[in-house]
């Protein structure tokens, strides 16, 4: 079954302390995203990644890294996480590359993270 | 201003009901618009993609996009409880890597 897949799926944690979210997809996808979901904001892009080893700023990267060294791999990781990174993350992988224009993004179920 | 705008409702509707959902959008060079639903503790899926203007259907679901007026439609025909859920309008430029969401709007549909 072609999925995105995302662990943990729910996440308490303290204020400072390092944590990482895992995202993988087996539909050979280039592209994988990160969002944030908030209450009346919307979905955010955190970061993108057209390809292994290129990864790019979305429209809300502070406090947040990403690293793409294989393809179906792109976790998220806080380094410091503070109380305002409280959310709902979404991964997601697209079709998209130079050369398909397919934009559609298929997500992950989500992770539910607290920090307090 | 949002680069895209959508009411987040609610919108409540009895079964069998026709549904507008609408979404206005600034920026003229998007070209490629999307519709996700959202179910309760889930992620988006995507429900149709269209390319520049005009409509699109599947099934019970028409996609319109009006690029003159900068503004994208979904429609449901026989609107159904299980069609209950947020729906995001999405859009981005040809060749642009970033895809803008709007808010999303939550529809509720009563038996």
């Known amino acids: 079954e072609a999925q995105v897949t995302q662990n943990p799926r729910y996440l308490i944690t303290v204020t400072g302390k390092k944590l990482t979210v895992t995202c993988s997809q087996n539909?050979?996808?280039?592209?994988m995203s990160w969002y944030r979901q908030d209450p009346g904001l919307g979905l955010r892009q955190i970061y993108y990644s057209m390809n292994v080893e290129v990864t790019d700023k979305g429209d809300v990267p502070e406090g947040y890294k990403v690293s793409r060294k294989e393809k179906r791999n792109f976790p998220l990781i806080l380094e410091s996480p503070s109380p305002n990174q409280t959310s709902l993350y979404f991964c997601a992988s697209s079709p998209y590359s130079v050369r398909s224009a397919r934009y559609e993004q298929y997500f992950g179920p989500g992770t539910r993270l607290t920090v307090t | 201003q949002k680069e895209v705008e959508q009411d987040p409702g609610p919108l409540s509707v009895p079964e069998g009901a026709i549904v507008s959902l609408n979404c206005t959008y600034s920026n003229s060079a998007f070209q490629y618009f999307m519709w996700y639903r959202q179910y309760s503790r889930k992620g988006p899926e995507l429900l149709m993609y269209?390319?520049?203007?005009g409509n699109k259907e599947d099934g019970r679901f028409t996609a319109q996009v009006d690029k003159s007026s900068k503004y994208i439609s979904l429609f449901i025909r026989d609107s159904q409880p299980s069609d209950s859920a947020t729906y995001l309008c999405?859009?981005?430029?040809?060749?642009?890597?970033?895809?803008?969401f709007g808010a999303g709007t939550r529809l509720f549909v009563k038996a």
């Open positions: 999405a859009t981005r430029n040809t060749g642009g890597f970033k895809t803008i």
């Open positions: 539909m050979n996808h280039e592209y």
């Open positions: 269209t390319y520049s203007s």
